[in-house]
């Protein structure tokens, strides 16, 4: 298993980490198999997206702003509660097949890592390709 690190430079932010991610299905050396993309945090996403557009990842930024504002009242005692609901929307984890040593994914899909409660010096995501 290969742990990322990284820094995060604004509030809210998408990374493409495709990259990354195939390099690490490379490295493994599986063949077939099943690829699993995580991250541990709270306020932070790992998520299949639209690769192409990059007016459409600040279109999702602001669609998750209009679900959970950072400007209302909540019921947490951290500042930080919409970071939290747009995370728990995305989810934390993607698991894609590897065939061939490749990701498969579809024509317009990326593996994005969502930062919402930025920036940070260090963010994590694990990869870990399993053969099967």
């Given at each position: 298993?290969?742990?990322?690190?990284?820094?995060?430079?604004?509030?809210?932010?998408?990374?493409?980490?495709?990259?990354?991610?195939?390099?690490?299905?490379?490295?493994?050396?599986?063949?077939?198999?099943?690829?699993?993309?995580?991250?541990?945090?709270?306020?932070?996403?790992?998520?299949?997206?639209?690769?192409?557009?990059?007016?459409?990842?600040?279109?999702?930024?602001?669609?998750?702003?209009?679900?959970?504002?950072?400007?209302?009242e909540?019921?947490?005692?951290?500042?930080?509660?919409?970071?939290?609901?747009?995370?728990?929307?995305?989810?934390?984890?993607?698991?894609?097949?590897?065939?061939?040593?490749?990701?498969?994914?579809?024509?317009?899909?990326?593996?994005f890592?969502?930062?919402?409660?930025?920036?940070?010096?260090?963010?994590?995501?694990?990869?870990?390709?399993?053969?099967?």
């Amino acid at each position: 298993m290969r742990k990322m690190k990284f820094p995060t430079s604004h509030k809210t932010q998408l990374m493409d980490i495709s990259k990354e991610v195939s390099e690490e299905v490379i490295k493994s050396g599986v063949k077939d198999g099943i690829c699993v993309v995580f991250t541990p945090h709270t306020t932070a996403s790992v998520f299949m997206f639209e690769n192409q557009d990059p007016a459409l990842r600040r279109d999702l930024l602001n669609g998750l702003s209009r679900v959970a504002p950072s400007d209302v009242e909540y019921q947490h005692t951290g500042t930080n509660a919409a970071a939290h609901l747009k995370s728990s929307r995305m989810g934390n984890s993607v698991s894609i097949p590897v065939v061939n040593a490749k990701l498969t994914l579809g024509k317009w899909q990326g593996v994005f890592f969502g930062e919402f409660d930025g920036p940070r010096q260090e963010r994590e995501v694990y990869i870990k390709v399993i053969a099967g």
